[in-house]
């Protein structure tokens, strides 16, 4: 995503990020069954049709690859190269999963909910369709819902169509697009995508831990005009309205900081309500730009007390790495 699309409350969809590890896959909707299986009592096969007769929700959810920020860590990790724009905020339409999941009846033993895409790849040497598990409380807690729309239309090919899962406050990688099937597990899932993509590890032989919710940002909107090569920016003397968004999977936000002397001094920046518990919070900090070369920096902290920190931490794939953004900029003639 664009970072001057921070600008919107509701990222357009052409604007939000994407990631997709594979092929996407065409999928015919009059044929398409989702079931849902494994260790249930009845085992369901919904039809979109009946998928959108569900009672229906729509909630705006921020999400964030779990890689954001990887193309800043050194040595830098061999995948996604992101800066600071694997993120993004949409309306998802669809129906609560736990309902569906009483519906077919939890079995005894059971541990974890796997969701199965349809799209299948070779990731690490390792055949596999992309699918991921959620712990069974976390399956039923009532967030996680089955999404079919985006912005109020169908959703778009490569956001997921027919339908996907949308977890709420969970980093990207946890919400499984083309859904194909459901499975109630009684052992923990271990595939590529869960066992050994996904992990914090600060060594090649580490399993490490797992990537779960999301972690406390701010970005700012870069100000004034960039540089078409280097995207180093400029900016006219004068008051100047530093605006970002900031959000957590781990509470609301409760304060944004803004330094323009690359994170010598702070000053705490205005922060508005957002439009969901789930989605980014608006904020903005007034700045008299004097003449001069700064370094422009914003950092958040959750109602959960995680603030982020000005220096990333290393992990050998490069996940979840939410130090302060920076934004260099020359005030000047230009802007
Ligand atoms: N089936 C499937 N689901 C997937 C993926 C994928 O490659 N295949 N990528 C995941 C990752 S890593 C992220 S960050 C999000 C991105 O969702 P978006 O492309 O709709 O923004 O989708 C997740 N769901
Ligand atoms: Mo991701």
Not at 15 to 38: K, N
Not at 40 to 61: F, G, I, K, W
Not at 104 to 113: H, K, L, R, W
Request: proline share 9%; net charge negative; hydrophobic share 40%.
């Amino acid at each position: 995503m664009p970072l001057e699309a921070l600008r919107y409350d509701v990222t357009p969809v052409g604007l939000h990020y994407l990631l997709i590890h594979f092929d996407i896959p065409v999928v015919d909707e009059s044929t398409w069954r989702l079931s849902i299986g494994g260790q249930v009592d009845s085992e369901l096969s919904l039809t979109l049709d009946e998928l959108r007769a569900l009672p229906a929700v729509t909630v705006p959810v921020t999400l964030e690859c779990a890689g954001n920020g990887r193309a800043q860590l050194s040595p830098r990790p061999v995948s996604q190269p992101w800066l600071n724009d694997a993120v993004g905020t949409a309306e998802w339409t669809g129906t609560p999963l736990a309902p569906l999941l009483r519906r077919a009846g939890v079995g005894e033993g059971a541990v974890e909910v796997l969701f199965t895409g349809l799209d299948r790849g070779v990731q690490g040497d390792v055949e596999h369709s992309y699918e991921r598990s959620l712990p069974l409380d976390e399956a039923l807690r009532p967030e996680p819902m089955l999404a079919y729309a985006v912005n109020g239309r169908p959703l778009p090919p490569q956001h997921g169509f027919p339908a996907r899962l949308i977890v709420p406050g969970w980093y990207g990688m946890t919400h499984v697009k083309w859904l194909d099937r459901i499975a109630v597990l009684t052992e923990p899932f271990d595939g590529y995508q869960q066992a050994v993509a996904y992990r914090v590890a600060e060594g090649e032989d580490e399993s490490g831990t797992p990537v779960t919710r999301m972690l406390p940002r701010a970005l700012m909107v870069p100000p004034g005009i960039p540089d078409f090569l280097t995207r180093d920016r400029f900016l006219r003397p004068g008051p100047c309205r530093l605006e970002g968004r900031a959000w957590s999977g781990w509470g609301r936000i409760t304060g944004v900081e803004v330094s323009t002397d690359g994170g010598a001094t702070w000053s705490p920046a205005e922060i508005s309500h957002p439009s969901s518990e789930h989605a980014w919070t608006r904020w903005q900090h007034d700045w008299d730009a004097e003449p001069g070369e700064y370094e422009l920096c914003s950092r958040a902290t959750d109602s959960a007390g995680n603030v982020q920190p000005l220096q990333a931490s290393w992990n050998v794939q490069g996940m979840a790495n939410n130090a302060a953004q920076r934004i260099t900029v020359t005030v000047d003639g230009r802007g």
